[in-house]
């Protein structure tokens, strides 16, 4: 601080000649709490600034807030439209300033909500306020005007008691100064004036410290610990995937590791004089390390990165090999001729066959059917021994044909397979008639590609040549600028 400092000092020791004031300095107060491992925290300093560190704790603090008193913001940003009734269109904006009263309740005002103490931070035109308390934690977003009983009006400074975990205290009748203002110096020595009532004795701060320094001391272990790097720096200890990934998983746990025993070094270095130099070597040590695990991790990631490429090179090869070969668009360089001549003679095979699967079948059918009269008179003589049975063959018919077809059955087959035949000469020229469209379709392609090429060339030549001659003219026009004579030199 400036002047201002004493200045204020003189004013509070002339204003309270019986009390004994006195100045001080913030690495004094640090040192004080530091000595006996005290937390940090605004009462503490207060204590240590009274120096009053045996002083019994009660439990509680003041906690203040100050807090605006007006929104100078008259309107709201948007702009929103609204229609007269000549039907003219007008542009207005809200007002942001809410009314000063809302069901007799202002801004900022301390209220008893649902048990607790808090303020009312929002407020509705339907009697709904939002409350909190002053460290933000909120009490109720929503709750009617009716539920609420007025404890004070707002002032300019919000003071309330809050415990040492945070939360809110349950005194109700404390009275406290909650205006501070430069007629009224005795108000600056309220902090020092509390803090003797709230500062725990330092025995119960012993445990904290001593627990403090074994997560301090295995912290720094961790941090010393180099077995990691050793462990998979070398080049033998990565030699398949399987062992590239136990590193990366390895290295992970080993980050948490690490990070955990910065957090924790962290806490005890709060609790020293030379705050920033024990965090800057904690970090060394927590950068080394990751700097090991980083460099393993590196080699890890790259010989899973180099299998996954062998990996995928296989599968394209592999690929490749089942890959069909393309339809060529020429077609078949036969003769429709020869190709017509040796679709007949397939048909003609093909008949034959059939007329000899057609024979065998039908003489089967014959067999099968003499096997089984057989069978049955076989079966009667058993029955009837005594009777004779007289035999008698059916006179043999002459057979037509071949293996007896009939003629008519002969020219219907033919007049069938004629049938066929022509059918595959239709098939044929249909399919020699698209092949001969697709190579046209083929050619016009291939022309069109050309005319576009030919296009596409034409027109970089022409941006060529105009870019050359930009160039050129900017070029002149440099020239020109610099062999200028604006007629000012003889001036200077």
Excluded at 170 to 181: G, H, I, N
Aim: aromatic share 4%.
């Amino acid at each position: 601080m400036d002047i201002v400092r004493w200045t204020l000092l003189d004013r509070v020791r002339k204003a309270h000649p019986g009390l004994p004031v006195e100045n001080t300095c913030g690495y004094l107060t640090k040192n004080t709490r530091i000595t006996p491992g005290l937390p940090k925290a605004h009462c503490v300093d207060a204590c240590c600034i009274a120096g009053n560190l045996k002083a019994v704790r009660r439990g509680v603090c003041l906690h203040q807030r100050q807090m605006r008193k007006h929104n100078r913001q008259i309107h709201k940003c948007t702009i929103l439209l609204q229609t007269l009734e000549d039907g003219t269109k007008i542009g207005y904006r809200k007002l942001n300033q809410t009314p000063h009263m809302v069901k007799n309740f202002r801004l900022f005002d301390k209220v008893r909500c649902l048990g607790q103490t808090g303020f009312i931070f929002g407020r509705r035109s339907s009697g709904c306020f939002d409350v909190r308390r002053l460290d933000g934690v909120k009490l109720s977003s929503g709750i009617s005007y009716r539920k609420l009983t007025l404890l004070e009006k707002r002032g300019t400074h919000l003071t309330e008691l809050i415990k040492e975990d945070g939360a809110s205290s349950s005194v109700r009748r404390q009275r406290f100064l909650r205006r501070v203002s430069m007629n009224k110096p005795c108000t600056y020595l309220l902090s020092a004036l509390m803090a003797s009532a709230v500062l725990a004795p330092v025995a119960a701060l012993a445990a904290d410290k001593s627990e403090l320094e074994v997560r301090m001391e295995a912290a720094q272990k961790v941090l010393a610990d180099r077995s990691y790097y050793e462990r998979w720096s070398p080049e033998a200890a990565l030699k398949t995937v399987e062992d590239a990934k136990a590193a990366n998983e390895a290295g992970s746990a080993r980050q948490k590791e690490i990070d955990g025993a910065l957090d924790v070094m962290k806490d005890w270095c709060h609790t020293r004089f030379l705050v920033n130099a024990c965090i800057k070597d904690a970090r060394d040590l927590h950068h080394e390390r990751e700097k090991e695990i980083r460099s393993v991790r590196l080699k890890a990631d790259e010989m899973i990165r180099l299998d996954r490429v062998e990996q995928r090179r296989a599968r394209q090869e592999s690929q490749k090999q089942n890959v069909k070969q393309p339809m060529k668009l020429g077609g078949s360089t036969e003769s429709p001729e020869s190709r017509s001549e040796s679709r007949a003679e397939e048909v003609k095979t093909k008949q034959s066959r059939a007329e000899e699967r057609r024979a065998l079948e039908e003489a089967n059918v014959r067999a099968y059917e003499e096997k089984q009269a057989r069978a049955a008179r076989k079966a009667e003589e058993r029955h009837d021994p005594i009777r004779v049975k007289s035999r008698v063959k059916a006179p043999s018919s002459p057979i037509e044909g071949h293996l007896g077809r009939t003629a008519a059955d002969v020219e219907a087959g033919r007049a069938e397979a004629a049938e066929r035949m022509a059918q595959e000469d239709a098939n044929i020229a249909a399919f020699n008639a698209k092949q001969a469209e697709a190579k046209k379709r083929l050619e016009e392609a291939e022309a069109t590609a050309a005319e576009r090429k030919a296009s596409r060339e034409a027109r970089q030549a022409n941006f060529n040549k105009t870019l050359e001659e930009r160039r050129a003219a900017q070029k002149r026009y440099e020239e020109s600028r610099e062999s200028k004579d604006s007629g000012l030199k003889k001036y200077f």
